[in-house]
């Protein structure tokens, strides 16, 4: 079946510090792969996305590439602000004929301390 | 239009009473989700909707949830004999449609505590 697997927090960094939030998957077929934002109180909101192998998705100065050679989507930040606590979850899924649900990791709390 | 929306936003039950949580799609969208975000088991699928009808009820933890979706829009998610390993935060999301790289997009979800 489908997992991904991300690194588990919380992860606590100074404010402009580099980022890195870890996450590898299994799947079968060729994934999509997503990073979703929980700020806290809010519901998930998409960051990036990447649909095939060597994309690159960005948003909001966060980027993640596709590598299909190491099953990972790793996400990147290279100044974390205080506005960036939240919980980040990586996710994919692999198109069917009945659906496209998504398979979540466990979830990465970051905090961004002045 | 307006984004995904849920109701009731949190909700405190007894044990033993049955629930229901309401999810209101973004106008148009033909694919609707429901999952579950709980503490021991992080975020996992419940039921995947295509127009009014359920291709994928493989999420559904046991025969106490079900699901329906009307006029292709609204759908309500019941839980029967409600237990505590029920409470959990109840997400809805919808897309525009099945096939391609459609975006999943999440309302704030429904907070369910049974106590």
């Known amino acids: 079946g489908n997992s991904v697997t991300q690194m588990e927090g919380p992860v606590t960094l100074s404010e402009e510090a580099f980022l890195t939030i870890n996450c590898t998957y299994t799947?079968?077929?060729?994934?999509?792969l997503f990073w979703y934002v929980q700020y806290p109180g809010e519901g998930l909101q998409l960051l990036l996305k990447a649909t095939k192998a060597d994309d690159k998705g960005s948003n909001k100065g966060f980027e993640a590439t596709y590598r299909k050679e190491t099953t990972s989507f790793h996400l990147e930040k290279g100044s974390v602000q205080v506005s960036d606590s939240a919980v980040y979850f990586c996710?994919?899924?692999?198109?069917?004929?009945?659906?496209?649900?998504?398979?979540f990791g466990t979830g990465t709390q970051l905090k961004v301390e002045l | 239009g307006a984004g995904v929306s849920q109701s009731p936003s949190n909700k405190v039950t007894e044990k033993g009473k049955d629930v229901e949580l309401r999810c209101d799609p973004i106008s148009g969208h033909t694919a609707l989700y429901w999952y579950r975000q709980s503490l021991g088991q992080g975020l996992e699928f419940l039921i995947y909707?295509?127009?009014?009808?359920?291709?994928?009820k493989s999420g559904l933890p046991s025969d106490r949830f079900s699901a329906e979706r009307t006029g292709g829009s609204v759908s309500t998610l019941t839980i029967q004999r409600t237990q505590q390993e029920d409470s959990a935060v109840y997400l809805c999301a919808s897309s525009s449609n099945l096939q391609g790289r459609s975006i999943q997009y999440f309302g704030a979800g429904t907070r369910l505590s049974v106590l």
């Open positions: 909707f295509q127009g009014n009808s359920a291709p994928d």
């Open positions: 996710a994919l899924y692999v198109l069917t004929g009945g659906g496209n649900k998504l398979t």
């Open positions: 799947a079968t077929g060729y994934p999509s």
